[in-house]
């Protein structure tokens, strides 16, 4: 179905017991966060609780669960990719456990080719070899499709700005995968001193940092990857910078220190929202709200920021929306929130 929107859930492995029947519903896909590369090879030595995805099928027999393999700090992805035999070990390692498991697919969240950010290998034919992992993968991945009789998915989390298409060749990328996820969170934060929307679906003026949902669709769309196989992303904890200026509530003030992790919405809702002397803004330029003590400054995504989300990739023609992390709102209510407006 051309209109069916997916709406898809990071889960961490520790977290799959705590998933409800009834969010399981809500998803159209879960993404088990994580599966990890030692020497080559997948593996799901450190994965928690893959027993528990039998309840899950249960919960919803059209639930389309994908190992996500990788994460932020988590390496061995260039050495893999660097050689034939590499690549293939990586593909056949990961088909083995996609069979133990019967899952549906493979998610790759490599941070990132090209770069060492994350602390983890890099080199810079990472950008050619990635697309020659994701072909070998493919490849593995569709003969055994043909012998199941069904298609497996294989997505890939990408970073949200320019860095990720310098270090990819998404025009050929994209044309082994099912969707790419946009990772269109901590758009601000861990680098940044300047506050600022972390998780933003437009640009405000006024911001000196231009990335935003919007900016990054129009990238990967002109980098060649199909409004079609494209998931933004939604955040459900917050970025959070402190001893920030009064001046505009705290909005594009030079802090400090960078922006680091702040609460995640279950506690936002308890004791953040309204509360405790922090107020709720919202930026009606940049479609995202934020909180403000005068002092501490908290970028996040709530129900309003994510119905705008949903409201612009239906527009837009866009595939679903994503989110990081299911445990992280024990309300539920942002789940039901993009149920809702899907």
Request: overall charge negative.
């Amino acid at each position: 179905m051309k209109d069916r929107k997916l709406l898809i859930g990071y889960v961490t492995s520790s977290a799959l017991p705590s998933v409800t029947a009834e969010d399981a519903q809500k998803m159209t896909h879960v993404n088990v966060a994580f599966g990890h590369v030692t020497e080559s090879r997948v593996t799901v030595a450190s994965t928690h609780n893959l027993d528990t995805l039998s309840k899950l099928r249960e919960y919803h027999p059209q639930l389309g669960i994908l190992l996500s393999i990788g994460g932020w700090g988590s390496g061995g992805f260039s050495e893999a990719a660097a050689t034939p035999e590499g690549r293939e070990l990586f593909a056949n390692t990961a088909l083995r456990i996609l069979k133990e498991f019967q899952l549906d697919g493979i998610d790759l969240d490599w941070e990132y080719p090209c770069y060492s950010i994350a602390g983890i290998a890099s080199r810079p034919a990472d950008k050619q070899n990635f697309t020659l992992l994701l072909k070998e993968m493919r490849k593995v991945l569709d003969a055994q499709g043909q012998i199941d009789g069904r298609r497996y998915l294989l997505t890939i989390a990408a970073g949200a700005d320019q860095y990720y298409l310098d270090g990819t060749e998404m025009e050929e990328v994209q044309t082994y995968l099912d969707w790419v996820q946009l990772m269109t969170y901590d758009m601000r934060g861990g680098f940044n001193t300047l506050t600022g929307h972390h998780t933003n679906l437009y640009t405000p003026t006024g911001d000196l940092f231009r990335i935003s949902v919007e900016a990054s669709v129009k990238r990967f769309v002109n980098a060649g990857v199909p409004r079609e196989k494209i998931v933004i992303g939604g955040a459900f904890y917050s970025r959070m910078w402190k001893d920030v200026p009064k001046t505009k509530n705290g909005l594009h003030q030079i802090a400090p220190a960078a922006g680091g992790y702040g609460p995640l919405y279950t506690e936002l809702a308890s004791g953040y929202i309204n509360k405790n002397g922090f107020v709720r803004h919202y930026d009606a330029e940049a479609q995202a709200p934020f909180l403000f003590d005068g002092s501490t400054f908290i970028s996040y995504d709530d129900e309003e920021s994510l119905r705008a989300k949903c409201k612009y990739l239906k527009e837009q023609d866009l595939l679903g929306i994503m989110f990081w992390e299911y445990s992280c709102d024990q309300t539920g209510v942002l789940l039901e929130t993009l149920y809702k407006a899907l």
